[in-house]
């Protein structure tokens, strides 16, 4: 049975980071185009940021570009996003999702509907 489990959320102060964490089971991540959303209030998912299944590609929303970074380390099997510069408008749940069904070796993509298997996700909260 795949897993997919998101930590790291938390409460931070505006200009702060933040490290999440999203720890595979049941599915080897290296092998899977991979993607971090979120969901505001009131607010649809949206995708903040993807990997190709080679690492080769990554992509970013615009409005986190230069702040945010996805990684994966394949030992540990686990997905990461670090978050810096967070701004009040990055609050919302994050969760990460992994895409078994399409083969995406050179793209990814940061659509909800591309993903089969979701993380719980984690609540971030950007507050002073």
């Known amino acids: 049975q795949v897993q997919l489990v998101e930590s790291g959320g938390g409460l931070v102060q505006p200009g702060g980071s933040l490290k999440l964490s999203c720890a595979g089971s049941?599915?080897?991540?290296?092998?899977?185009?991979v993607g971090w959303f979120r969901q505001a209030p009131g607010k649809e998912r949206e995708g903040v940021s993807c990997?190709?299944?080679?690492?080769?590609?990554?992509d970013y929303a615009d409005s986190v570009k230069g702040r945010f970074t996805i990684s994966r380390d394949s030992a540990k099997n686990t997905l990461y996003l670090q978050m810096n510069s967070l701004k009040p408008e990055d609050t919302g749940v994050y969760y990460c999702?992994?895409?078994?069904?399409?083969?995406?070796?050179?793209?990814?993509?940061?659509?909800?509907?591309?993903?089969?298997?979701w993380g719980q996700g984690t609540q971030v909260t950007v507050s002073s």
């Open positions: 999702a992994a895409d078994l069904r399409t083969t995406r070796i050179y793209n990814c993509s940061r659509d909800v509907t591309v993903y089969d298997h």
């Open positions: 990997m190709s299944e080679t690492d080769i590609t990554t």
């Open positions: 049941g599915i080897i991540l290296e092998y899977y185009a």
